[in-house]
């Protein structure tokens, strides 16, 4: 798992600074909620600029690196609860669901 980065910057001359907390590289097993599944597409799709890289970049990932069932059970999990939404939680939810079962049936390794 990466360190997380924190990272200050200001906004504007004068108006006051923001503090946020950014992973530098959002990882499927650090997914707890459905902001996090939201900011994993996010920051994915600002890499590969279109949807079929996106897929393909989550499939590479889960063979490459396998899932642990805990992570495949909070994903079921977000998929149950918002897998229905029609907005931005749902497509999110709903495209990294069936991608990693997807692999899952290609029989990509599942750790323990």
């Known amino acids: 798992m990466q360190a997380p980065v924190l990272a200050l910057g200001m906004i504007g001359v004068g108006c006051g600074g923001y503090l946020?907390?950014?992973?530098?590289?959002?990882?499927?097993?650090?997914?707890?909620d459905i902001q996090d599944v939201v900011d994993y597409i996010h920051h994915i799709s600002q890499m590969t600029r279109s949807t079929e890289r996106l897929v393909a970049h989550i499939s590479d990932t889960v063979r490459e690196d396998g899932i642990s069932e805990a992570c495949l059970q909070t994903l079921s999990d977000l998929h149950k609860a918002y897998g229905s939404d029609n907005g931005i939680n749902g497509y999110a939810v709903n495209l990294l669901w069936?991608?990693?079962?997807?692999?899952?049936?290609?029989?990509?390794?599942?750790?323990e």
């Open 98 to 111: 069936s991608t990693i079962v997807y692999e899952v049936s290609r029989d990509a390794i599942i750790l």
């Open 20 to 32: 946020y907390y950014h992973r530098s590289r959002p990882d499927l097993e650090s997914i707890r």
